[in-house]
Structure formats: C-alpha cells, structure tokens
C-alpha cells in the first residue's frame, strides 16, 4: 500500500489480510467521512494483480473537549429575562453519532440552556436567563455545562461556569424635593447663593456617593449663569442676570451616584428673577421737521420720538415732558409715541430756535430718567415790513446849493432774515420831483439833483417807499419834507418911487412944514427870506442932515424940525437925500 505507514500485512501461506497495527480514524481522516485506506495485493504463480479499500469505521473512542474546565461570567443584577451568553463549545474529533451531540446545564433556577447548531453542523450552546438576578439574595452561582456526544455509552465532558452576579446600584439617589424655588433680583452679584438641593441614596460606598450636576440637556446659557456645587448641591449665581432677557429659569440638575451603573435622580429648581430698575428710559428722535415756518399753525407736528425702557411693570413705565414755558407741547396717541407740536404762534424775531429739553422717567423707584434735546430752528416769514427809524423826515438844504450832493440817509431796517430783509428804497411819486431828487436804491442816500432856489420853491414832499425782497413784499412810507433855506442872494429892490428910471425923485414940500410930517416913503422889498429880506432904511447922505430923518424899518421919510423959508436954498434948488435900503 502506498504511503508510509503499513497499517496492513497479510498472511503469504493464506492470503488473509491483518491488521499490522492500531488504526485511528482520527489520525488518518479527521472529520473527514468515511475513511478509507487503499491497497494492492500481488499473487505470483501466475502472477496476478488485485486491488482493495478498507474502509475504517469510528468508534467512540473520544471525549469530547472544552477548551477549559473552568468559565466565569459576571453578570449584573439588572439584566433583564431573556438575556443569552453564549458559552464556550466543547470539541469531539469522532464523526457522526460519536461526535458532539448536545449540550446540558445542571439545574438551577436562573438560567436554561438553548443549544444552536451553526452551519457546518456543529453545536454551541447559550445560556438564557429565565429568572432576573439578585445579588442581594444569591452573590453567585455555580454551574456545570456537559457536552455529551451520541456514542455508546456516551462520553462526555464538563465545564464549571462560575457565575458572579454584581451589584447593579438599585437604589437611585433621591430628591427630597422634586422643585425647588428660587427667585433672585436681577442685579444679584456673581456668587450669590440661589438654592440648595439635596438628594440622599440608600446605597453604600460608591454606590451612595453623591454627585450633583447639570442635567445634560441644560442650555449653555444657564451653565453660565449658574454654577452648581457638585459636593453640596448648592446653586449659585455665576453671570449676570438681566430680568429683561429672561423671566424664570428652569434649570433641571441631577444627583448621580458614583456607581458602575449609577443612579440618577431628576429635580427642577425655578428660580424667577425679579425685575429690578436698572434700565433708564430711551428716548428716540424718529424725526425733526426743522425748521419750522414761524407762521406755523398752532398743533404743527414738530417732531415724532418713542421711548424706550427695558424693564417692566412700574420700572418700565414711563412719561414723558418738556421743559416748561415754550409754545411746545408734547402728546401721545400711542403708548410710548409722542409727537411734539407747536402749541402757540412762533416768532422768529423774538426767538430763531429753541433747544427743547425732553425728559423721560420711568416710574420706578427710584425712578430713571433720560434727557434729550431738539433743536428746532424757526425759519423766517416775511411778517416784517421795513422800519424806518423816523416816520418822516425834514430836510433843510441851503439855496444855490451844488447839484449832486447827497441830502438824507433814509435809513430803515427788517427784523426778518434774508431777501425778506433786503431792502430798497425808491421814491414815489417819481415823475414830479425826477429830474430833482434821486434814491440810491440799495443804500437809501437821497440825492439832490439840481441847485434849488428858495425863491423859487420852499418846500417839496415826498414819499420813500422802504420794500423788503418778501414774497410778497413788504413796504413803509416814510415821507421827506426838504426845505430850501434861504440864502442872502438878492438886494432888495426898490418899488416906489418908481425905480424904472435913474432920475432922482422930487417931492415938494413947503416951508413951514412942521416937524413929523411924513414927506414920502419909500418902499422896497427883498426877494429873500426872513432878515435876508428884512429891510432896513437909513439916509447915507443930505444936503441938510438936519432936515429929514428915514423911518428905519418902513422907509418913512419925515421932516426931522419945522422947515424955515430959509430952508430953501432957492427956487431951483432942491435938498438931495440919498437913501440906502439894506436887507438883514
Ligand atoms: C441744548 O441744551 C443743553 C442743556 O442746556 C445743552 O447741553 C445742549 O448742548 C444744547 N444743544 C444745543 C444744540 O444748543
Ligand atoms: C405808500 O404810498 C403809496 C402812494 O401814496 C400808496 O399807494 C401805498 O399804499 C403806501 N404804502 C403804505 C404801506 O402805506
């Protein structure tokens, strides 16, 4: 036979086949089935050639194997019913019937086995857990696992399972509260105790230390204003609480034991935060209609503002109002709109702006205030006319003056702003006096034209007109008296006796003639004005002094004694006066 072994000879006389040595279908086939060696036998004399198989047959001849003799799990006391754990298999090199048929558990009253079969036929076995553990009543159990095969009799093998059951931390630590309260004002400082919880745990050891902490879905936002004491449980203020932002806060912490599988206990501490007044009132400008015509109808809305105050109730409350003793006022529709208006009549004249002072205040207490200012600037309205500083003007202005000088400032002004106080100044009445007088639009110097002449015209009136650049334009009158002055230019002239010749004047008077007896008078006048016209007569020269006086102020020529016929020179002869006529 082929191969190395001679598991078979035979015998040369008889021809039967033996057995050379022990055959171990293990060895030869392993699993493998059937088994089957193989051999040729020749025959000589004749020779001849036969072939053979042997077929060998498995007896039970092996135990089956665990891999160890020893298994230990440990299993928690809170593990449900129904919970498998597969355990190790045992091994059986025998084939069929011979090999591993079935598993068995010595008896107890937590756990059953249930044996599977994999694929390639082989066998394993899981325990089940058919009654929960308690550790508290039995701390371990200790069973034995046979693997049996089909043989006969049947071998077998065993395993010891040691069982440990562990603690499963069955009491959970408790809150002597499940809500705790709290409330806290909102300006508390940083540190500030808020509640302590307090939790307790039946358990020992680890089991009933106590750790206390946020519960894991707690926002961010309270783990930064809070802070837990994981020791003492006690909870404190760590950030800045704003009353405003957040009302209450429900924060969910836990007490956790210090267990394998720990215990946790819920509870709720609210903690509501009181409103304290820590915000001032806000005032906001939404828009200044500035400026304002000072012709403004009272109720003009002037400007819309809204206040703001972040905190509440009474703190949040607020009233507004401006400073007194101001055409304003300020009126609500809205809770915290407001409108300013006009309340009076404006006048920019008397006031161009006015810088209103709005003050707003909670009603907390102690109340917060805000303060801010408008300006609102009143525009001009031409409401003004032009003001003269006089309401007339006389001028006087010397005779023979020279032409083109001026003669009067008119001067006037305009409480308005602008075009509505520019002025101009023209003359009315232009066409009398145009060739006379003149204006300077821009200035108002008025300007005498032409050289007047007293005795020629005493007086001329007029009118200025004053117009600002108003829409429409305002004017004012002012009336201008100039008067020529006189000036001492003309002699005065003599009207009687006829001055029409050169020739001496003759007048008879007899002798004899008392003395006062009025001879003649002369008469003159003067073309001038006042003493310039005021004729004076006084006798320059006589052939006699002694005979004739002049009356000083009417040219009255009297006979100054009785005149004598002596008096006469002669027939022919006449006594020559020469008179002098003088203005004053
Ligand atoms: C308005 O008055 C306040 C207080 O007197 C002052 O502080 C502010 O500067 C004034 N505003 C203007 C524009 O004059
Ligand atoms: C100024 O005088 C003119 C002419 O006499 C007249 O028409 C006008 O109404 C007067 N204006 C005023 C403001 O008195």
Redesign the pocket.
């Known amino acids: 036979s082929g191969g190395n072994k001679k598991y078979f000879g035979v015998d040369l006389t008889s021809g039967a086949l033996l057995v050379n040595e022990r055959i171990d279908r293990e060895e030869l086939c392993g699993a493998l089935s059937p088994c089957s060696l193989s051999f040729e036998i020749v025959v000589e004399n004749p020779l001849e050639l036969y072939s053979g198989t042997v077929e060998i047959q498995d007896i039970n001849d092996n135990d089956p194997v665990f891999p160890s003799s020893q298994a230990r799990l440990e299993i928690s006391e809170s593990v449900a019913a129904g919970a498998r754990f597969p355990l190790e298999s045992a091994q059986d090199p025998d084939v069929g019937i011979n090999s591993l048929q079935t598993y068995q558990l010595s008896a107890n009253p937590n756990f059953a086995l249930d044996v599977q079969t994999r694929v390639d036929g082989s066998k394993y076995a899981e325990l089940v857990l058919e009654k929960e553990l308690d550790r508290e009543e039995q701390r371990e159990l200790n069973l034995v696992l046979t693997a049996l095969d089909g043989g006969s009799p049947p071998r077998s093998a065993h395993v010891q399972i040691h069982i440990d059951v562990v603690d499963a931390n069955d009491n959970a630590p408790v809150f002597n509260q499940s809500t705790y309260k709290a409330s806290v004002r909102e300006n508390t400082p940083s540190g500030t105790l808020v509640a302590r919880i307090s939790a307790y745990d039946l358990d020992d050891g680890p089991n009933g230390d106590i750790i206390y902490s946020f519960s894991s879905h707690t926002p961010a936002k309270v783990r930064e204003l809070f802070a837990l004491d994981s020791a003492t449980g006690e909870l404190r203020v760590k950030g800045q609480l704003d009353y405003e932002e957040t009302k209450l806060y429900e924060i969910y912490l836990q007490a956790k034991d210090k267990g394998a599988v720990p215990g946790v206990a819920h509870c709720k501490v609210l903690v509501e935060v009181v409103d304290v007044n820590d915000n001032a009132p806000e005032v906001t400008v939404t828009s200044v209609y500035s400026p304002v015509p000072e012709d403004a109808a009272p109720g003009t809305v002037v400007a819309l503002l809204s206040v703001t105050d972040l905190d509440s109730h009474d703190n949040g409350l607020v009233n507004c109002f401006i400073s007194p003793g101001i055409p304003f006022m300020l009126s609500s529709s809205l809770k915290n709109y407001y409108t300013l208006k006009t309340e009076g009549a404006l006048d920019r004249e008397k006031a161009a702006e006015y810088n209103i002072t709005i003050t707003a205040k909670d009603s907390g207490s102690p109340p917060l205030s805000a303060v801010k200012h408008i300006l609102v600037q009143v525009s001009d309205v031409n409401d003004n ?1 032009p003001r003269s500083s006089q309401d007339s003007y006389d001028v006087y202005v010397l005779e023979n003056n020279m032409p083109g000088i001026p003669i009067l400032n008119v001067s006037a002004t305009d409480p308005d702003v602008g075009r509505n106080a520019h002025l101009s100044y023209t003359l ?2 232009d066409t009398t006096f145009g060739h006379l007088f003149s204006i300077n639009r821009d200035n108002g110097t008025l300007y005498l034209l032409t050289s007047l002449d007293h005795e020629d015209q005493v007086e001329f009136n007029m ?1 200025v ?1 004053v117009q600002d650049g108003g829409f429409p334009p ?4 002012v009336s201008v008296s100039v008067f020529v002055t006189d000036l001492n230019d003309n002699a005065p002239m003599v009207l009687y006796p006829h001055p029409n010749t050169t020739a001496t004047y003759t007048d008879v008077v007899a002798p004899g003639t008392p003395a006062g007896h009025m001879v003649t008078k002369v008469v003159a006048v003067d073309a001038d004005a006042g003493y310039n016209a005021w004729i004076s007569y006084t006798l320059l020269q006589a052939t006699d002094p002694s005979l004739f006086s002049v009356g000083l102020h009417n040219g009255e020529i009297f006979t100054a004694r009785q005149l004598r016929e002596d008096d006469a020179p002669d027939v022919h002869q006449c006594h020559h006066l020469h008179l002098c006529g003088r203005d004053g």
């Open positions: 006319a009315l009445g009118m007109q305002l004017a004012t009158n």
